[in-house]
């Protein structure tokens, strides 16, 4: 097994593992630290797959950053949503029920 | 000169947002309605660009790909322009009577509205899957600003689910563009386009997968429609209507885009995939059209009624190869757009006006607001597919691509969706039009309105329920520089 395609299976494990704690999860930080991890994971497939022989691809290098700026941003975004949510209910978690009415 | 139109595209809304921004809380309209204004005209240009040279593309900065970011515009894109900017300009227009009445909710509509805006104009003119990415959470991230910008523990909740359900839907078509990288090396759309073939290797199958699913998550096909209701309902009038009229045509777009550009090898060679987005798009119209039909509170009918229409755009994916199923696709898209921002334009009347959201307060509406019942009543023909509507003429087109395929049942969704839209529809209009009011003490009392959100409703009303006679200019454009 190649180091690539080694980072490759590590990433695609992360995202699901992540995947899922996006869903299942019930703490709101806990489901937000979820995402970075999917996101950690399709990072690792990006930089460990393109790799040729070896060498790193930077068009990867480059995706790899933008897409990092990005799970910043909604991260930040996440968190100022949840703070805000506990200042207003006192809870970290999404009520149970969505309320259809 | 075309370079210019579709970067402008992009930059003016990012020009104008972060101005608005800067200007503080609660500003920026001046400054928004004519630079909206300004992209309009633009769109118009390059559409008469693309109709007289075909599909165009360019390299921004004259960088170039793999490093580089490519534009291109066909008519498909110049299609999705054309609706963002029609339906954002008299949205523009309303916004600002609206949040002048009731300011705390709009403190920061304008700069994520613009926000908004550029990221679908980057969308629709994005060439390559990395770019589509970028602009797709760019879109997302903005959307659900807009919802939580209002600020009570509801819309927080609200928006909070839809984060979630868009960055699951971000996440796995981020993954998918890795697959592909790593199999092809590139992620221009225009090169993958003939490399992909049904023997591709099982990661290309992986890639498509995740991209259908995650783009089925962020356009809200049954059965991941849950974000929807509560995100759309729950937002103020003129977010709910840019969200339902526009943001979820972003990622059907995606969907579509892909479903006939790079992945046109595999899902030609599995005749049956279609069917899974079409049977989805079934159950969406059945299960949407019933919720709506129980809803209490008006803008949970029309919110449902979203997940409904929306299912109609999924019918067309069995049906792709003959040319009429994407017209249809694209008809019911302006069809659904111009309708349902004028439904929700007229919802934010109603419910200034009588000061409560419930479908049974609507009593005596008609006498009160005759514009906007009226304008509510046209946007209804249009969802129901009554002609002359652009709603029966994607209907029709629908109907006739399906019987022309020998597949008589997604002639009978259609036609059955048709009826329960008539359901939902009348339990409004019978509301404010048959039910006189009771004696004068108890009767709901009608705050006054500004004019402008009556006329701007009815505007877009107008323009769905007229669309059918101009369509066939509309189909040119989409035909133009071929989307296959």
Redesign the interface.
Known sequence: MTSGLLF?CV??GL?VM??SG??LLKH?LR?ILA?NL??S???L??VG??QRHGIAD???Q??VL??IV?AV??TA??LA??R??YR??GKLE??EA???? | MMIDLAVWLILLPLIWASLAFMAGPGRGARLAIPALGLQLLLVLLLAGTVSESGAIGLAVGGWGA??GIDLAADGLSVAMLLLTQVIALPLAIYARSYFQVKAPEGRYFWPLCGFLLAGLNGLYLSADL?NL??TL?LVG?AA??LV?AD????Q??A???Y??AT??GS??Y??A???I??AY?TVSMATLAPVITAEAPFVVWLAGGLMLVGLMIKTALFPFH?WL??AHGGASAPVSALLSALVVKASFYLLLRLWLGPFAGLTASAGLLGWLPATLGALAIFWGSC?AIR???IK?LIAYSTVAQLGYLFLIFPLLTSEAALRAGIMQAFAHGLAKAAMFMAAGVLIKATGQDRVDSLAGAAQQLPLTMFAFGLAGVTLTGLPPSAGFLAKWLLIEAAIGQGAWSIAVVVLVGGLLAAGYVFRVLRQGFLLVPAIAADAPSFHPVPRTLEWMALLLAAASALLGLRGVELMELVALGGAA
């Open positions: 490759a990433g695609a995202f992540g995947g996006v869903l709101l489901r995402f999917m996101g994971g399709a990072f497939v990006l797959m393109a930077p068009v990867t480059a995706m933008t897409g990005v941003a909604a975004l996440a949503l949840v805000h949510l207003l209910s999404l009520p969505a309320d259809d009415d | 793999p490093l990395f990415y970028v959470e991230l659900v600003a939580a600020g009570g523990s509801r927080l909740v928006a909070l689910r984060l979630f960055l699951l996440g796995s981020l993954l563009v890795a697959l990288y790593a090396g849950f209701p509560p919720q809803a209490q509170r949970m």
